[in-house]
C-alpha cells in the first residue's frame, strides 16, 4: 500500500505539481524566479561548496537523464565492461563532489549569520532534500554496484512506464531500501521545485550563447511603428508560412504514399506463413493438374488412337464432347449410315466451344457469336460470324479383338463396314490426324 | 548612420561642494527598502580616495568593462559566452559586501527602555543584514574629506602612475588637496553589464538610453555586477535581483529633473540630449587609450546639421529630442567648447556622463617657512596646480594629458577674461594672448561664463517630452499591445522561496 503510493501515486502526483506550479510561477511570480545567489553575503565558502555542488550534480544528472532518455542506447554501451566502469567511476566521482559540496553549502548556511538573514523554511527543506538524496546516490553507488548496467532493466522501464502512463512498480519493488528511498527522494525533489528556488534550474540562460550584445527596447512612436512593419512583414510571411505549409503537407502525404506503393512493389507481397502455406497447396494442386494434362497429352502424342466411347453411346442428336489430338474440344455423333461422324467443336471463328445439341436443320450452335455449323459438313450457315467450316475428324471403329472394322482416312472416304456387327462390342476411336493435317 | 538620442549628463566638478544631498536625495526615493541599504545609486566620492565600492576602478580585480582585441573589435573582460555559465555558480569578480560596507542602525530604543542605572544608556550599532550587534568598520564614504589620510587617499589608484614630486604636489598646501566626484550610473552607450547579463534582462531604452533592469526577468547571475566598471549596479541581497540607478525615469517622463539632479545644492549637475551614431560604436571605442576621448566626440552628431537631423527623424527620434538636443547644455560642454570629459574612459563603454574637471589653482606655497603668492598672479599655470594634470588625465582622458591641459587651459582663460572685466587688474593684451592660447573667444567665453555660473533650472535640465502616452499608442494589432497596457495585477516585489 504504501508501496503503492509512493512509487506510483507521488510521482504523479510531483510530476502534477511541477509542471502546473511551475508554470503558475512562471505566469504569475516572475519576480520571485531568481538564483537567490547569497555570494554577495559570503563568497570564500561559498566557492568550495557551490562550484563541487552545481559540478557534480550537473555530471550526475547528465548520466541520469541520457540514461533515462536513451534506454538502449545506454543499455547496449553499458555491455561494454570498460565503458561501465568508467561510467560507474565518473558517476561516483561527480556523485562524491556534489554531496561536499552540499555538505560544504548547509555547513555555510547553517553557520553564517549573514547568509541565514536571507534563509527561508524552504531554503533548509531543499537543503536537506538534496543531501540526503545525494547521500543516497552515492550510498547506492557504493554498496549496490554497477547501477549503470542494472538500472536500464529496473529504474528505467519503471520510469517509462510512469511517464507512459501504465504504472508497473513491480519493476522496482524487489530493489534494495536504500535504491528505492532514492527513487522517492527524486519525487520529493521534483515536487518541490515550484514553491522552492529550485525553479533556478530552469532558468538556465541559455540564449547568452548566441544572442546579440546590446539590448535595445523602444517604447514610443518608434516602436509602434517598427511594430507596425514587423507586424506586416509577420503577417505576410504567415501567410506566405501557412500556404508553404499546406503545400508541404499534400505533398508529403502524396510523395509519402506513392514512395509507399513503390517500396511495395519492389518488395513484393508480404504474406503470412498460413497464407503462404494455402498458396503454396493451390501452386501444388495447379502443378498436379498441369502434370495429370502433360501426361494426358503425352499419352495422346504416343498413342494413333484415342478412345471415345462405344459406339452404342453415341446419339445422333446430342454429341459426345471428347478431346482430339490437338488438345481441342470435339464431338462425337452417330452418322446417318450408322457410322460414326466426328467434328471438331471448336469454332473457326474466335474458338470458342460449340454446343453439342444438334436442332431440327442439322446444326450445331456455337453460343458465342451465333454461327450454326452443319454438322454433315461442317459448314456455317450463310452470314455466320464464322467464316470457315469445322472440319471432320478421322475416326476408326474396332471390335471386342481388336480388329478394324471401320475408319475414315485423311481423304474422307470409309473403309470397311459394320455389317452384322453389334453397336455395343465396336469402340469408337479417334485418329492422329496425317502429317499434312486437315480433312 | 544609425542616428540616436540619449539623454546625457555633465556634473560640474569646479562647483561640487561634496554635500551628499544628491546622495541622500536618491536613498530617500530610492533605495530605502530592505536589500537596498548598502546601495547608493549616486555616491559622492573624494577623490584622491579609493572611492565606493573600495578600489572600484581596480579592474585587475573586478575584471569590469571591455578590452580591446584590435580596431573594431572588443571583448568583455570579466567572461566569455562560455564561461559566463561557470560564472553562474560562482563568480570570483563579483565584490561581495565587505568591499562596500555593512549597512547598520542603533537600537534607539534602548534609550528610552534601558532599566535605570549609573551610566547613561547608549544605543548600540547593529547590523541591518543580521540584526546583530555589530562593530562598524565602513560605511559610505568613510573616506569623506579624508583626502590627506595614508589609509585611503594614498592607495588611490590613479596616483600609481605619478612621479614622487607629482605626488608631493597633492599634499602640498595644508596637506589638502581633493575635490569631490559625485557618480551615477553613466548609462553607457556600449554598456558591458547588458553584453555580460546571461538572462538578457537590462536593457537601453531606445528613445532615451536609459539602461534598465526588468525585474521580471533578472535571475540573479550576477554577471552584470562584475562587468560594470563603475560598480553601479548593486546586488539586492534580500530579492535576489540586481538593482542600479534608473536616471528617475519616472520623474524625467514627467518633465522633472531626476532627483539628484533637482536637489544638487551647488548646481553641478546638468541634463540634455545628445545625437550619437549607433553604428560606429564598436568600431569608436576600440581604438587605442590615448584616442579615445577624441573618438567618442567623433561619435556625438551635430544636432544642427540637416543630415544627423534627417537620420535622427528616420530613426524615430522625436521633434522635441531634436529641439531638447539643439539646446542641450551637455552638448554645449561636451562637443561644442570641449570642456567636459567622460569618466574612465578607458574601460570602454562610452559612458554617457561627462564631467568638468576641477581647476584647483594654485593662489599660494611655503617656501621655507613663509607663504607667498605663486608666480603668475593669482591663476597660476598648469605645471603649477595642486591636482596634477596626470591624475586628472588618468581619471578623465584615459591618461591623456593634452586633452585634460587643453580643457584646463580654456578654464583658466575665461577666468582671467572674466576678472580682466569685473576686477580689471589684469594686462587685456595678456588676457588676450592666454585666450588665443586657450582657443577661446571672448564670445565663448561669455556663454561659458553664463552658463557655469548664472544657469536658470530650465538652462541646466533641458527635458524633451518623452511621449511614454504613444507606448500604448501601438494598438495597430490587439494581438501584440494585449497584456502591455490597462490594468494589471502589481505584486508587491518579495523574495522567492
Redesign the interface.
Known sequence: MIDSFLLVGLPYLAITVCVVGTFWRWK????????????????RQ??WG??P???GILLVLLGHLVALALPRVWGSLMTYPTLLVITETVGLGAGAMALVGIVVLAFRRLTS??V???T?T??LVVLALLFFQSLLGVLTALLHRWGAAWSTATVVPYFWSILLLRPDPSLVADLPPIVKAHLVGAWLVLLAVP???L??VL?L?L???W?A????????????????KD?AVAESRREFLKGAAGVAVAGTLLSAGVLDKLVRFFQGPKISGEMETVLLAKRLRHLQMTAEEQALQLERQKNDRILIGRLSELSATKGKYFIDFHMAPALAFLGANGLPLLISAKCTHLGCTVGGDVDAQGQILCPCHISYFKITTGEPNPGAPAKTPLPHLEWAVVDAAGKTLAQRTAGGAIEGSLAGVPPEACQVYVCRPSPEGAS | MDVRAQISMVFHLDKCIGCHTCSVACKNVWTDRPGAEYMWWNNVETKPGTGYPTHWENQEKFNGGWVRVRDGELKLRCQNRADAFLKLFYNPNQPTLDDYYEPWTYKYEDLFHAPAGDDQPTAIPVSQITGEPMEIKAGPNWDDDLSGSPIYAENDLNLDKLTAEERAQLFEVERLTMFYLPRICNHCANPTCVAACPSGAIYKRGEDGIVLINQDKCRGWRACIAACPYKKIYYNWKTGKSEKCILCYPRLETGQAPSCFHSCVGRIRYLGVLLYDAERLVEAMSVPDAALVESQRSLILDPNDPQVIAGARANGVSEEYLDSARNSPVWKYVMQWKLALPLHIEYRTMPMLFYVPPLLPVIGRKTNQTYRHARGGFFAGLAEARLPIKYLASLFSAGNVEVVEAVLKKMIAVRHYKRAQEVKDLEPAAVERLMREAGTTPAEAEEIYALTSLPTAYERFVIPALHREESVEGVLNPEVCKGCSGFGHAPIPGRGA
Open positions: 504569475t511570480q516572475a519576480f520571485t524566479w531568481s538564483s537567490l545567489s547569497s555570494q554577495f553575503l559570503e563568497a561559498l566557492r557551490s562550484m555542488w552545481h559540478l549569520g549573514r541565514q538573514a536571507v527561508t524552504m531554503d514553491f522552492s528556488r525553479v533556478h532558468a540562460p540564449s547568452y550563447l544572442r550584445p546590446q539590448i535595445v527596447i523602444w517604447s514610443g512612436s518608434r516602436r509602434a511603428r517598427m511594430q507596425a507586424l
